[in-house]
């Protein structure tokens, strides 16, 4: 029996780590998405290859990512950003399938800001979407990252607004509002994982 397959996502700022932090300490595991992207672009030989194909020579020096390099190439244009996560969503879900297979809680959580951009959404058996106002969320990142106002509105630019979100979830998929403080916060993610474990 497979846990069920759990996808949390939300804009960057709306919470969706505080979240899976609140759910991993109830003993819930979490697949964060772009660790594991990291991680495989550090480390899998064949996504290495792929990469430095795509995007040049220079990417890899001494087999490590120049991640400045990929960064400047990769998300300068639609298209190329389109061909970098053409390569790496691929890898990700075999890695994530295999991790899942080794799961034996009621749920597990997969952790993607862009679950909807890569079409993951279609893989879960159900999915959280963490909201907060966009100003919220830009005074968040800012804070925590010393990105700037710009920088951060430059990230947000490129992942889909939470209205077009919203209208790709489905009955028995959960809105998370994180727009008070961490209390509020708590309190529904309890009622949340009282809820998936029912299902589990």
């Known amino acids: 029996m497979h846990a069920l397959h759990i996808g949390l996502t939300g804009s960057i700022g709306a919470g969706k780590s505080t979240v899976a932090k ?3 300490e109830k003993g819930i595991p979490v697949y964060v998405a772009d660790d594991a992207a990291k ?3 550090a480390e899998n030989p064949a996504l290495q290859a792929a990469i430095e194909e795509a995007f040049g020579p220079g990417i890899y020096i001494n087999g490590v990512l120049q991640r400045k390099a990929l960064a400047s190439k990769a998300f300068g ?3 190329s950003t389109a061909r970098i996560n053409a390569l790496v969503h691929p890898a990700v879900h075999d890695d994530f399938v295999t991790w899942h297979a080794q799961q034996t809680p009621p749920y597990i959580l997969r952790e993607a800001a862009i679950l909807f951009e ?3 959404y279609q893989t879960c058996d159900a999915i959280i979407l963490v909201e907060a106002p966009m100003e919220l ?3 968040r990142v800012v804070e925590r990252s010393g990105m700037t106002r710009e920088e951060v509105e430059q990230r947000m630019a490129r992942q889909w607004p939470d209205a077009q979100k ?3 979830l489905k009955e028995g998929d959960v809105i998370v509002e994180n727009d ?3 209390a509020h916060l708590t309190r529904q993610v309890e009622m949340l994982h009282a809820e998936l474990l029912k299902r589990g």
């Open 137 to 139: 969320r830009i005074q």
């Open 22 to 24: 609140l759910l991993s």
């Open 77 to 79: 244009t639609p298209e």
């Open 118 to 120: 890569s079409g993951t």
């Open 166 to 168: 919203r209208q790709m």
């Open 39 to 41: 991680r495989l672009m």
């Open 180 to 182: 008070l403080d961490i």
